[in-house]
Structure formats: structure tokens, C-alpha cells
């Protein structure tokens, strides 16, 4: 199921090959963000052109809008979508906890009001998983509790507990064909809970492992903190999945502490703004200093909108509100990404990755906000 290829010599970086029911991914990888059944602004052909291997979907939008019966009757997600390549879904578990109003959270889910019109709905580890089965995700994750990072430490325990709980449920429940199904691992930044989770989890012998109550509003030093705390009590032979992250400076220093997979909104989010990144960091293409521009965003990038368009023309499109502009501009943070981990995945290959790091790292400017957190932990 995973093969884990090669393992670097100066870092924890690894190359690996995940068999799914739809395809093989190569790891290190990104994962495109299609919440809704759509990769915001593409479309499934060019999302492959660029070398998309893997796509996400969400059980809780999924379910509620269009609603399972819609899915089940054209034979599963990947046919309603028209995606031929693997499928990861979460399982609403984030969502519930971060998009809905909660009414009680009981033994065997969370009784919750949708965020669309208030309707009263129950998402369990039963529900999460007969949803993620009637969609036919290659990958499918189990249900969790993914508390804000300002929680208590009762309260960050006491949703170890219940992931923990609703995993074993979760690893009961029948899934489809071939479907892989992975832990999440909780516990924020306390070393004692991520420990106990990620041995419990490995315990319950999973597909794979998840590090969640992570991108939940942290400052990055304790993101990696999260990371490096879980990581180390995982096997090495099953594949690590980091949620919801990040920029590509941070995939890129995620690789090296030993993560293989992730999936993040930011190259399509941030598209819609007019932001595009870059090797150097990301850059606000609507700023006038890009007015007569005729460079392409980024030179050397091999995607559609470098190869035919320059910053002056999209920089005017973004201005007038043309849809030509935000799609182009997805197209280009997409690929970015996607390159970024084949790099990753040659350097690792060839043995240069520490280089291929280091130089990464000098390169790229981080956000006002990743500069502050940064100083702020070097201060402590
Ligand atoms: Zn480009």
C-alpha cells in the first residue's frame, strides 16, 4: 500500500509511492483542496496537465450540499465530479467543529445546526465513515475532535479522549473497495497528549496518520512543534499526512521533518485576492508596480499563465473583476505548489535535498505574520 522509497541522510525527508484503488501518488505530495466536489476556479482536465495527483473532498459540505442520495445515484464522488485519480476526504469532523453551531457533543458524535440554514443534523464516527464509503474516497479519515489551539489543556485532553474513542469506532465501520482509512492525531502543542494519541492510534493499526489541530490559527514555531511532537512516535512505514498546511517555505521545511503528504487552500484562497506566490514569497499582483509589467508572474514557471500572459494584462484583469484573472492566477499558485514537490521529490532522490532546503529557505520571504511569530518564539 505505501513504499517508502528512500529516506534522506540529513534529514527526516522522505520519497514514497501510496497505492490507491485509483492510481499510484508519489510522495513527498500536494494535495488540491476541492471542498465543494470543484478545485476552486479548475477544472479536472488542467488540474492533470499540471500534474495534480491527488484531490481532497469534504464529507460535511458533500453531505449537506448536494446531498448524499445526488452522489450515490451517479455511482460515487468520482464519477459526479469526473475525477479519474485518487480522492482523499475528510470527514467533517473540522468543519462540525469549526463551521457549525454546536448543540451537544454526545458519546457517539455531535448533534450540530448546519451553517447554511440552521437545520438540525448528527455527524458521528457511523455517519462520518458510511458518508466517506457511499462517496468512494480512495483515503478516508476518520472522525475527530479538533479543538481551537487556545484550549484549555482539560479541554485539549478531553478531545484526545473522544478522538481516540470515535477512532476505534471509526476502524469498525465498513468502508469501500479498497479504501485506505487514516488516523488523526490530536493533541496540540503538549508533548504527554500527542504521544499517548499517536501510540494509541498506531495501536489501532491505521493506513496511515494524520497530524490534525494543526492551521487552526497558530503561530507557525508551534505549528512545527505539533508536527515534530506527533511525528516522532509514527511508523515509518505507513504514510504522515500534515493537515491543512501551509506556504511553500513550510512544505518544504515539513518534508524535512519527515511529512508526505499535504493539502492546503492557499493557492486558490489567496488567488481570488490577486496574490500569487513565488519563489520569493507571494506577491500582490494588483500593486502597481506591476501596472506595465510585461514579465510573466514568476520567471522560469512553466504553467499556462506564465507561458502566455505577463503581470500588466493580469494585473488589468484582476482590476476590472474579469474571472480570466483569478482562474489564471490559480493555475499559477496550483503548479507552484505541485513543482515545489517534485523538486522536493528529485532533490531527495539525487541526495541534494538539504541543499535544495537551504536554498529554498534563503530565497523565500515569509508573511509580515510568520516573520513576528518567528521572533516572538526566538524571544521566549
Ligand atoms: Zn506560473
Same mark, same amino acid.
Given at each position: 500500500m505505501f513504499e517508502l522509497l528512500k529516506t534522506d541522510d540529513r534529514s527526516k525527508a522522505r520519497l514514497g509511492r501510496l497505492s490507491t484503488p485509483h492510481g499510484v501518488v508519489d510522495t513527498p505530495v500536494f494535495m488540491s483542496v476541492?471542498?465543494? *466536489? +470543484? $478545485?476552486? #476556479?479548475?477544472d479536472p482536465r488542467e488540474l492533470r496537465e499540471m500534474g495534480t495527483q491527488i484531490i481532497l473532498g469534504n464529507t460535511y459540505h458533500l453531505s449537506i450540499r448536494p446531498g448524499m442520495e445526488i452522489i450515490e445515484a451517479t455511482g460515487g464522488l468520482h464519477r459526479f465530479i469526473n475525477w479519474p485519480a485518487p480522492i482523499l476526504t475528510d470527514s467533517g469532523g473540522f468543519q462540525v467543529f469549526s463551521l457549525a453551531t454546536i448543540r451537544k457533543i454526545q458519546e457517539h458524535g455531535v448533534e450540530f445546526r448546519s451553517h447554511l440554514d440552521g437545520s438540525l443534523l448528527f455527524l458521528g464516527p457511523r455517519e462520518a465513515m458510511a458518508i466517506q464509503r457511499k462517496l468512494g474516497s480512495d483515503i478516508a479519515m476518520v472522525f475527530d475532535d479538533c479543538p481551537p489551539h487556545t484550549s484549555t489543556p482539560r479541554e485539549m485532553r478531553a478531545a484526545v479522549e473522544r478522538t481516540l474513542r470515535w477512532a476505534a469506532e471509526c476502524r469498525e465501520q465498513p468502508r469501500a473497495e479498497g479504501q485506505l482509512v487514516f488516523g488523526i492525531v490530536q493533541g496540540g502543542t503538549d508533548a504527554v497528549l500527542r504521544e499517548a494519541c499517536a501510540r494509541r492510534l498506531v495501536e489501532l493499526q491505521f493506513d496511515g496518520y494524520a497530524i490534525g *489541530? $494543526? +492551521?487552526? =490559527? @497558530? !503561530?507557525e514555531p508551534e505549528m512545527l512543534r505539533a508536527v515534530e511532537l506527533t511525528e516522532a512516535f509514527l511508523p515509518a512505514e505507513k504514510p504522515r499526512y500534515a493537515m491543512g498546511l501551509g506556504t511553500p517555505a513550510q512544505l518544504v521545511e515539513l518534508v524535512a521533518r519527515g511529512v508526505d503528504m499535504f493539502d492546503c487552500v492557499l493557492p486558490t484562497r489567496v488567488a481570488r485576492n490577486g496574490t500569487a506566490f513565488t519563489r520569493k514569497g507571494s506577491i500582490s499582483?494588483? #500593486? =502597481? #508596480?506591476?501596472? +506595465? /509589467?510585461?514579465? !510573466?508572474? @514568476? @520567471? =522560469?514557471? /512553466?504553467c499556462f499563465a506564465c507561458r502566455h500572459f505577463t503581470r500588466a494584462y493580469l494585473r488589468h484583469l484582476l482590476n476590472v473583476g474579469e474571472i480570466l484573472g483569478l482562474r489564471m492566477l490559480s493555475v499559477h499558485n496550483t503548479r507552484m505548489f505541485l513543482r515545489v514537490m517534485e523538486e522536493v521529490r528529485a532533490a531527495i532522490a539525487d541526495g541534494s535535498f538539504a541543499d535544495y532546503r537551504r536554498e529554498f529557505a534563503q530565497n523565500y520571504v515569509p508573511t509580515q505574520k510568520v516573520l513576528l511569530a518567528r521572533a516572538a518564539a526566538a524571544d521566549r
Open positions: 476541492g471542498t465543494q *466536489g +470543484s $478545485v476552486k #476556479a479548475l *489541530g $494543526v +492551521s487552526v =490559527g @497558530e !503561530p499582483i494588483k #500593486a =502597481g #508596480a506591476y501596472k +506595465s /509589467d510585461f514579465r !510573466p508572474i @514568476e @520567471e =522560469g514557471c /512553466d
